[in-house]
């Protein structure tokens, strides 16, 4: 199954990134992550850490949005605060709210009390809408949010410089593994068959460092479309780790990956299997399987099965990466001001 994108060159002229990250999509997509069973073992832990009361404050929530991440449109506008956000939700009209409520439940999710008087226009149920935003955004999204924003910057970051090197097409393609381009399609693989004609809107990327499952796309108001995908480095490895064995705290990379991924980058400059990222590091197998995967969908690795082993080596972007790092920084001409 693929998503197709059909672009013109006015479409690719005018794809463009967020401003930053959206605190009602954000919260979206957390509490899709929260009812997956696909997650790595870093967010696994962090869904247990959460507790009892964040599990309430999202309940509600989980009736609208499914563990595919694709919720009413309504609930996530793209707005820079949650006021703003609070307030896009309240002025939705009814005809958005039925027939968003509609797809959702055609696509799998049940009808509920809550749908109904959504949909009907019931004002505690607006009401009681509004608290659980309000009470799982404190939950899963207000604390962590500066490193959210992190994973927005350093991501845009990223792709950029891949841009520099590959070109737009080149950077639109790595967004997601196995993604390609036929003609002016790009073809990205999902789990359910979509196509999309862009009429000279352009598209809105949005990175999300709560997101790990496939692109998923909206039509926005302004006639582009929008595209979410995994930012390069997930939410829970941007954290203040300790730093991995032989790790700089202060080099360029870590700060872009993340201190563990950073090691297991240099790490593959030997070739090294799953197992032996993992005994050379201290982290588990599977720890060290989903960081090499993560950087292979960055292009900065690549792996190839050696006999019963799977070896990682650095590919050329991620070399261009580590050297890029270790120049030195460039000197600002001396001053010339009070010497006139």
């Known amino acids: 199954m693929v998503l197709r994108i059909h672009f013109t060159a006015e479409d690719l002229l005018g794809t463009r990134f967020a401003d930053g990250p959206a605190p009602l999509m954000e919260l979206e997509l957390a509490v899709a992550m929260l009812q997956r069973r696909d997650v ?24 609208l949005v499914p563990a595919s991440g694709a919720g009413p449109f309504f609930l996530d506008p793209l707005s ?8 896009s939700v309240r002025s939705s009209t009814n005809t958005l709210v039925r027939r968003e409520l509609d797809r959702v439940c055609r696509n799998g999710l049940p009808v509920t009390p809550l749908m109904r008087g959504l949909a009907s226009e019931d004002r505690q149920a607006w009401q009681y809408l509004e608290g659980s935003l309000r009470a799982a955004h404190a939950a899963l999204i207000e604390t962590v949010w500066p490193r959210l924003r992190a994973g927005f910057d350093t991501d845009v970051a990223w792709r950029g410089q891949v841009q520099r090197e590959q070109g737009l097409r080149g950077m639109l393609a790595g967004l997601h593994p196995g993604s390609r381009w036929r003609g002016s399609t790009l073809e990205i693989a999902v789990a359910k068959q979509r196509e999309y004609r862009l009429e000279g809107g ?28 995994p930012a390069l480095t997930p939410l829970p490895y941007l954290v203040e780790e300790a730093p991995a064995p032989g790790a700089d705290p202060d080099e360029p990379v870590a700060a872009l990956l993340g201190r563990t991924r ?14 032996q990222l ?16 993560a950087l292979r969908r960055a292009g900065l690795v690549s792996t190839a099965r050696a006999g019963r082993a799977v070896r990682h080596s650095c590919t050329l972007l ?3 990466l580590l050297s890029a790092a270790q120049a030195p920084a460039p000197q600002l001409a001396p001053s010339t001001q009070g010497r006139r």
């Open 40 to 63: 790595g073992p870093a967010f696994a832990r962090r869904h247990r850490l959460l507790g009892a009361t964040a599990a309430r404050s999202v309940a509600p929530l989980s009736e």
């Open 80 to 87: 820079i605060d949650l006021a703003q956000g609070l307030e």
């Open 202 to 229: 352009g598209v809105l990327l949005l990175p999300s460092a709560q997101w790990t499952g496939e692109p998923l796309c909206g039509p926005l108001p302004d006639g582009s479309l929008l595209l979410v995908y």
């Open 262 to 275: 950073s090691a297991v980058l240099r790490l593959t400059l030997r070739e090294p299997t799953t197992s």
């Open 278 to 293: 993992a005994r050379e590091l201290g982290i588990s197998v599977a720890s060290a399987s989903e960081h090499a995967r």
């Open 318 to 320: 991620g070399h261009r």
